[in-house]
């Protein structure tokens, strides 16, 4: 209980409603109906077609270490947060040799097997990139936000291009252009 002499707290307002994902995108890096029918297959191609923005060399290794925590943490418990998506992401973001925070969007053919105790197959994968995990969190109450717009993930699901995925991200008013989106 709070004295009446102490400040009231500060509201938190709607974190996930405010933070744009599309900085973090490279339209590069959004891989559409890949046939990878289980987490660990689908995050290890995801990791080894990106584009990435890596502190260590050679990129070959960088890349291996980075999926090895990756997978790590997904041993502990799946990213399968929702029926249709998955946040995959590094056990610890600090120790991983990402020079730039980044997004890799990766959508299945089939639903894939994240081993996740309530059934859910998954989709479509943000694989989650943050140098921090206060930024990964971030990401996470962003996507959890958009997965409550009622035809985000049916967009996500029927983009026909990495274009097109992105712009799930944009408000219906503000859409002409990948450019203008990431504005």
């Known amino acids: 209980q709070r004295k009446s002499s102490e400040p009231t707290l500060e509201p938190v307002v709607g974190l996930g409603s405010q ?3 599309l ?3 490279d339209d590069r890096n959004v891989f559409l109906d890949v046939t990878d029918r289980n987490a660990p297959s689908l995050i290890r191609s995801a990791i080894q077609r990106a584009r990435l923005n890596l502190t260590e060399s050679p990129e070959e290794a960088a890349k ?4 090895t925590s990756i997978l790590e943490r997904e ?3 799946s990213t399968a947060l929702h029926p249709d998506v998955a946040f995959p992401h590094p056990r610890d973001p600090e120790r991983c040799p ?4 980044q997004i890799v969007i990766v959508r ?3 639903p894939v097997d994240f081993r996740e105790i309530h059934g859910y197959q998954p989709r479509i994968a943000f694989v989650l990139l943050a140098r921090t995990v206060s930024l990964q969190l971030v990401w996470e ?3 959890s936000h958009l997965l409550h717009r009622e035809d985000f993930v049916q ?5 026909g291009s990495p274009r097109e995925l992105l712009e799930a991200f944009a408000p219906e008013d503000k859409i002409s252009n990948v450019d203008t989106i990431r504005a």
Do not use: N
Not at 64 to 67: C, D, K, P
Not at 98 to 101: E, M, Q, T, V
């Open 155 to 159: 967009r996500l699901l029927s983009a």
């Open 98 to 101: 990402l020079g730039a925070d």
């Open 141 to 143: 109450a962003r996507l």
């Open 64 to 67: 291996e270490r980075l999926l």
């Open 75 to 77: 041993d502990l418990c």
């Open 23 to 25: 900085p973090y995108i």
């Open 19 to 21: 933070i744009r994902l």
């Open 108 to 110: 299945s053919s089939q």
